[in-house]
């Protein structure tokens, strides 16, 4: 049996992920990864693989192009503020029926088309993101900063070896609904379920030592090196919050390390959990020092 894009065997893709076996591991799925129909079909075959594995896999997403389509379907302009969403009433709705319905329930079949078994969910669900409105400038209506969270429900479907599949809308202690950063949702699920690791899939190569140098890949950080590198300007743009949400995943969530990886490599998932790596890997201490 072949590894899903090719290359590796069964029993070399076991061997690779030994370490992760019976472990918690939260992907953080979007980008070109999600939006391109080929490499959406290989990351959820790789990603039923790792769990028939035995990896406990829980998938976050979200879903910012799809959002925009069904927008613009129903005449409505996307509208953002700063770079950030601006998210009224009528737009929640949508983002409801976007991200916990279409995307939600097409990833769910596609795992299960791969062999996986999943179920999908949302944060929501279970009150396993507890949300207050985002506070602060510029004001960006139903935009909710996680107050709390419960990973109850996932550790159930997980001891049954589903993966769980989490759209990023979470609920207030008066039951609206908000939506939810996903780098940022995803960082707080993996500290609530203690995981072993947290992955962000991007459509870089990773954090870059110089961001028109795409071959300047900074394949290991220290957790406190983020803010350094964010005040110098190495790191701009989107990088920055997928950069922090890390560093505050191993820094105060406790994992041992997280890592933000090209979604658009082959076999990306797998190399993130081998010795391979791949991408940029984000640690409590500057282990590559020692």
């Known amino acids: 049996m072949e590894y899903p894009d090719g290359g590796f065997s069964l029993a070399e893709a076991e061997l690779a992920v030994r370490p992760y076996i019976g472990k918690d591991v939260v992907v953080k799925y979007g980008g070109a990864a999600m939006t391109d129909g080929a490499r959406k079909d290989a990351v959820m075959r790789e990603v039923a693989l790792l769990s028939r594995l035995g990896v406990r896999i829980t998938l976050v997403h979200g879903g910012g192009p799809e959002i925009d389509a069904m927008l613009r379907r129903v005449g409505k302009a996307p509208a953002f503020i700063d770079g950030l969403r601006y998210t009224d009433a009528e737009t929640m709705e949508l983002v409801c029926m976007v991200l916990a319905g279409k995307v939600n329930k097409g990833l769910v079949g596609l795992l299960c088309a791969a ?54 809308i979470g609920a207030d202690a008066r039951g609206r609904l908000f939506n939810i950063n996903a780098d940022t949702a995803a960082a707080a699920l993996a500290g609530a379920l203690r995981a072993e690791k947290l992955i962000l899939m991007t459509d870089v190569r990773g954090v870059l030592a110089d961001p028109d140098d795409a071959d300047s890949l900074l394949e290991t950080l220290h957790a406190g090196e983020a803010q350094k590198l964010i005040a110098r300007g190495v790191v701009r743009g989107g990088m920055i919050p997928k950069l922090l949400c890390c560093a505050a995943a191993v820094e105060e969530g406790g994992l041992k390390e997280a890592a933000v990886i090209d979604g658009r490599a082959p076999r990306a998932l797998l190399r993130a959990l081998s010795s391979d790596g791949g991408g940029t890997r984000i640690v409590r201490r500057n282990i590559a020092a020692e």
């Open 115 to 168: 062999g996986g078994k999943a179920v999908g969910l949302c944060g929501a669900d279970g009150a396993m993101l507890r949300v207050r409105k985002r506070r602060g400038e510029p004001e960006l209506g139903f935009v909710g900063e996680i107050e709390r969270t419960d990973a109850s429900l996932l550790e159930m479907l997980l001891s049954r070896g589903f993966v769980p599949v989490v759209a990023t």
